[in-house]
Nanobody, 123 residues
Framework: QVQLVESGGGLVQAGGSLRLSCAASTRTLSSYHMGWFRQAPGKEREFVAAISASLGITYYGNSVKGRFTISRDNDKNTVALQMNSLKPEDTAVYYC????????????????WGQGTQVTVSS
């Protein structure tokens, strides 16, 4: 069982930046593919970014490509999401997720989820 705890959310003006962090309880985070998803009220959970376990290959959703950057620090058992040029449509609860099987954009691929952190972007 892996516990994931997100932090770093908050209120920011459009055009600003936030850095989300996800702390994992496992000491073998390097074995997990990690992802970030978000969910706005009344909408389905949306893929944001993912990073593979060993090679650190990154993937991004089309709506955040070029603005967000996912990274991992396996020594510190953390995954980060740097969010720049934020837009009001980025407002959502952001979730960190871990997968033992493979990296990808489908929520069902992920075995473990954090509780989420709220990001609100004002116009």
């Amino acid at each position: 069982q892996v516990q994931l705890v997100e932090s770093g959310g908050g209120l920011v003006q459009a055009g600003g930046s936030l850095r989300l962090s996800c702390a994992a309880s496992t000491r073998t985070l390097s074995s997990y593919h990690m992802g970030w998803f978000r969910q706005a009220p009344g909408k389905e959970r949306e893929f944001v970014a993912a990073i593979s376990a060993s090679l650190g290959i990154t993937y991004y959703g089309n709506s955040v490509k070029g603005r967000f950057t996912i990274s991992r620090d396996n020594d510190k058992n953390t995954v980060a999401l740097q969010m720049n040029s934020l837009k009001p449509e980025d407002t959502a609860v952001y979730y960190c997720a871990a997968s033992l099987s493979r990296s990808g954009a489908t929520p069902g691929q992920y075995n473990y989820w954090g509780q989420g952190t709220q990001v609100t972007v004002s116009s």
